[in-house]
C-alpha cells in the first residue's frame, strides 16, 4: 500500500513565496513522472507542474519564471518552490505521482491535498 502526503500550504500575502513538499512512503519499486496540480474555486483541476525520474520538466504557462518543480529520488519527494504568488494562485494543491508497484505496470496516486492562499 502506497500514499502520497503533502505539506507545506498556507496563507502568504502577494509576492511571497511557499514551498510545496510530497512524500511517497509505502512498498514500491520506484516512481515515474510527479507532478503538481491545483484546484480553484469553480474551476477545474489543472496541471501546474510535471517532472519526470530523470528530471525533465514541465510548467503551466502560467507559473513559468515563478515556480520550481524539483524532486529527490531517494526519499521519493517532490517539492514545489512557488515564488512571486498571486492571488490567482490560491487552490488545493494536489500531489500526483507514477508509483510503479509491480514489475508489470505503475499506478496512478494521488495526495489529499494542501491549500495555498495567496491573500493580503
Known amino acids: 500500500q502506497v500514499r502520497l502526503v503533502e505539506s507545506g500550504g498556507g496563507l502568504v500575502q502577494p509576492g511571497g513565496s511557499l514551498r510545496l513538499s510530497c512524500t511517497a512512503s509505502?512498498?514500491?519499486?520506484?516512481?515515474?513522472?510527479m507532478g503538481w496540480y491545483r484546484q480553484a474555486p469553480g474551476k477545474e483541476r489543472e496541471l501546474v507542474a510535471a517532472?519526470?525520474?530523470?528530471?525533465?520538466?514541465n510548467y503551466a504557462d502560467s507559473v513559468k519564471g515563478r515556480f520550481t518543480i524539483s524532486r529527490d529520488n531517494a526519499a521519493n519527494t517532490v517539492h514545489l518552490q512557488m515564488n512571486t504568488l498571486e492571488s490567482e494562485d490560491t487552490a488545493v494543491y494536489y500531489c500526483?505521482?507514477?508509483?510503479?508497484?509491480?514489475?508489470?505496470?505503475?499506478?496512478?496516486?494521488w495526495g489529499q491535498g494542501t491549500l495555498v492562499t495567496v491573500s493580503s
Open positions: 517532472i519526470t525520474r530523470s528530471g525533465t520538466t
Open positions: 500526483n505521482a507514477a508509483v510503479v508497484v509491480t514489475l508489470w505496470g505503475a499506478r496512478e496516486l
Open positions: 509505502g512498498r514500491m519499486l520506484s516512481i515515474n513522472d
